[in-house]
Nanobody, 115 residues
């Protein structure tokens, strides 16, 4: 089974930027869709963004215009460029990928937005 590993999280000041990466241990070319979710303690995991196999994208309204999702099938990596970050974006960010009925999740990377 393909494994996913997130990286790129960290501490950033409000208004700053981060780029998260999600590296897969195998090919993602055939993944139906890939996406990012985030979770804060005590709350449900929430959808952030998704990129489909054809390149189409979807975003949560709270991040639209600030975040950009992309995938590089040749590198088996998905990215999330996050700009104009606010403290409300603080969370653990998880990447996910789906092949048919099989969904794989990464372990998560912490993003903290604070001055």
């Amino acid at each position: 089974q393909v494994q996913l590993v997130e990286s790129g999280g960290g501490l950033v000041q409000p208004g700053g930027s981060l780029r998260l990466s999600c590296a897969a241990s195998g090919s993602i070319a055939s993944a139906n869709d890939m996406g990012w979710y985030r979770q804060v303690p005590g709350k449900q995991r929430e959808f952030v963004a998704a990129v489909l196999v054809g390149g189409g994208t979807n975003y949560a309204s709270s991040v639209k215009g600030r975040f950009t999702i992309s995938r590089d099938n040749a590198k088996s990596t998905m990215y999330l460029q996050m700009n104009s970050l606010t403290p409300a974006d603080t969370a653990v960010y998880f990447c996910t990928a789906r092949w048919g009925v099989n969904t794989v999740w990464g372990q998560g990377t912490q993003v903290t937005v604070s001055s």
